[in-house]
């Protein structure tokens, strides 16, 4: 059971499974179509993207056995998440503490993501932004930089990382000052470095970023 495009994505896994595709949205009609299933004995898969429990639908299916008492068993295998695989691709973008904030307001409302954006830039997180515009939903990722911009220098490291994991995968490291809101659409992430995140070029040209523990200090004193 899953969004039709998730479920392209792993055909090649199928072993005989039917398949059960649904459009994009709607997702409490998958995980009821799900949980139903599993109530007539049936064996279920509930394909997310990345980590089925970050902004996916984990949440949602104990949300329903919550309010709707069932005897069925769950079980939530965790996968590599966006912002995992991004930090992974540039170098360590979260070798130090970090969080993630989903700027889609269709279920949360702005005043509290915008709460959570200022606390994130006042802590001085490494901040990972998930859902950071959409056709119809294109201030929000703006807005965020606005709220952060007195909080971060201009060379700070920022990730755009679009469709990872898939042949169209596109990651770039660019500068604070360098962000441009068109280039980022549904399928991206959007990583923003902490103050103390650093990216530097290496002997094969590339660029690579990551965020320090503090180690600096240990091997300054020796
Ligand atoms: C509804 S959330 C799903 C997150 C997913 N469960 C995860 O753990 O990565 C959708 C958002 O996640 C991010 N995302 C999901 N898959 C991605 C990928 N392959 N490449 C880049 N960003 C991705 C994008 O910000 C997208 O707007």
Redesign the pocket.
């Given at each position: 059971v899953g969004y039709s495009l998730y479920l392209d994505l792993v055909e090649n896994l199928r072993n005989g499974q039917t398949r059960h595709d649904f459009p994009l949205g709607d997702e409490e009609k998958r995980c009821r179509h799900a949980i139903e299933l599993a109530k007539q004995g049936k064996q279920v898969a509930l394909v997310?993207?990345?980590?089925?429990g970050?902004?996916?639908m984990a949440a949602l299916v104990y949300e329903l056995i919550d309010r709707e008492p069932c005897r069925i068993a769950v079980e939530v295998h965790p996968?590599i998440?966006?912002?995992q695989?991004?930090s992974a691709k540039v170098g360590a973008m979260i070798g130090h503490d970090f969080c993630c904030i989903?700027l889609s307001d269709l279920l949360t409302p702005w005043v509290t993501i915008e709460r959570r954006i200022k606390a994130a830039a006042e802590g001085d997180f490494v901040i990972s932004?998930?859902?950071?515009r959409s056709l119809k939903r294109t201030d929000q990722i703006v807005k965020a930089f606005d709220i952060l911009r007195p909080h971060r220098n201009a060379d700070t490291p920022v990730v755009l990382?679009?469709?990872?994991?898939?042949p169209e995968e596109k990651v770039r490291i660019i500068r604070f000052d360098e962000f441009n809101p068109e280039d980022v659409d549904?399928?991206?992430?959007v990583m923003v470095g902490s103050s103390q995140s650093r990216a530097f070029k290496r002997g094969d040209g590339k660029t690579y970023a990551y965020t320090p523990r503090g180690y600096a200090k240990k091997m300054e004193a020796r």
């Open positions: 997310c993207s990345g980590d089925a970050i902004y996916a996968g998440s966006a912002f695989m991004a989903s932004f998930y859902n950071p990382a679009s469709n990872l994991g898939r549904m399928l991206t992430l």
